[in-house]
T-cell receptor, first 113, second 111 residues
Framework: NAGVTQTPKFQVLKTGQSMTLQCAQD?????MSWYRQDPGMGLRLIHY???????DQGEVPNGYNVSRSTTEDFPLRLLSAAPSQTSVYFC????????????FGNGTRLTVT | RKEVEQDPGPFNVPEGATVAFNCTYS??????FFWYRQDCRKEPKLLMS???SGNEDGRFTAQLNRASQYISLLIRDSKLSDSATYLC????????????FGKGTHLIIQP
C-alpha cells in the first residue's frame, strides 16, 4: 500500500532557485493539501485542493504555487526559494476536507541557503 | 483567528503510569476532532478520531467537552513506545480550508 508518496526526501537549494515537490496518492482521495512544519510553529497549511482542477490558498501561500491536473497528483512549486522557506513539508490527502482523517506523506526536508 | 492550544510539555511520565492532556479550541461550531501522533522527524499519523460520546481504543481514551471547548487524551499503562508528540487537530473553519493543528504536546515515557 503506497498511500501518499512524497519526493524528494531531502533537498538543498540556493536562494532564488526554483523546484517542485512531488506528491501522489493512490487512495482516490478528493482532498489534498500541503503543510509546512517549523519548530515551535506547528503545521501550517500552504495550499489545498478539493478535487482535480480546484486549488485554493491556505494560511501561508506566499512563494508557493500548486496545481491539480489529476486526482492522484498535487505538486508544490517553489518559485524563487528564500531562506525563510527552509522547513519540513508534508503532503496529505483525505476523503474529505473536514470530517475524515488525513494521510500524510513522509515529508521533504528543504534547506535554502 | 483559529486557535487550537496545547500544553507543549514535555510531560515526563514513568512507564506504567496514566497520563492525560487537553487541547482547547476557539470555534464553538467546530465539527471534527482528532488526535495524531508524531514521532521525531516523521510524519503525523492518526491516533484516533474524537466522537461526541467519547471513545476508547485500547489504552487510549478520547473525550470531547463542547461546553468548555476542549478535547482530552488519556493514556493508561503507558509504554516506552508511547513517547512522541501528540497533535490535537480540529476543524475550526467547518469548510474546505481544512483542519487546524495544535503545536503538539511532547510526551516522554521514562523506564
Amino acid at each position: 500500500n503506497a498511500g501518499v508518496t512524497q519526493t524528494p526526501k531531502f533537498q538543498v537549494l540556493k536562494t532564488g532557485q526554483s523546484m517542485t515537490l512531488q506528491c501522489a496518492q493512490d487512495m482516490n482521495h478528493e482532498y489534498m493539501s500541503w503543510y509546512r512544519q517549523d519548530p515551535g510553529m506547528g503545521l501550517r497549511l500552504i495550499h489545498y485542493s478539493v478535487g482535480a482542477g480546484i486549488t485554493d490558498q491556505g494560511e501561508v501561500p506566499n512563494g508557493y504555487n500548486v496545481s491539480r491536473s489529476t486526482t492522484e497528483d498535487f505538486p508544490l512549486r517553489l518559485l524563487s526559494a528564500a531562506p525563510s522557506q527552509t522547513s519540513v513539508y508534508f503532503c496529505a490527502s483525505g476523503a474529505s476536507s473536514y470530517n475524515s482523517p488525513l494521510h500524510f506523506g513522509n515529508g521533504t526536508r528543504l534547506t535554502v541557503t | 483567528r483559529k486557535e487550537v492550544e496545547q500544553d507543549p510539555g514535555p510531560f515526563n511520565v514513568p512507564e506504567g503510569a496514566t497520563v492525560a492532556f487537553n487541547c482547547t479550541y476557539s470555534n464553538s461550531a467546530s465539527q471534527s476532532f482528532f488526535w495524531y501522533r508524531q514521532d521525531c522527524r516523521k510524519e503525523p499519523k492518526l491516533l484516533m478520531s474524537v466522537y461526541s460520546s467519547g471513545n476508547e481504543d485500547g489504552r487510549f481514551t478520547a473525550q470531547l467537552n463542547r461546553a468548555s471547548q476542549y478535547i482530552s487524551l488519556l493514556i493508561r499503562d503507558s509504554k516506552l513506545s508511547d513517547s512522541a508528540t501528540y497533535l490535537c487537530v480540529v476543524n475550526e473553519g467547518g469548510g474546505a480550508d481544512g483542519l487546524t493543528f495544535g503545536k503538539g504536546t511532547h510526551l516522554i515515557i521514562q523506564p
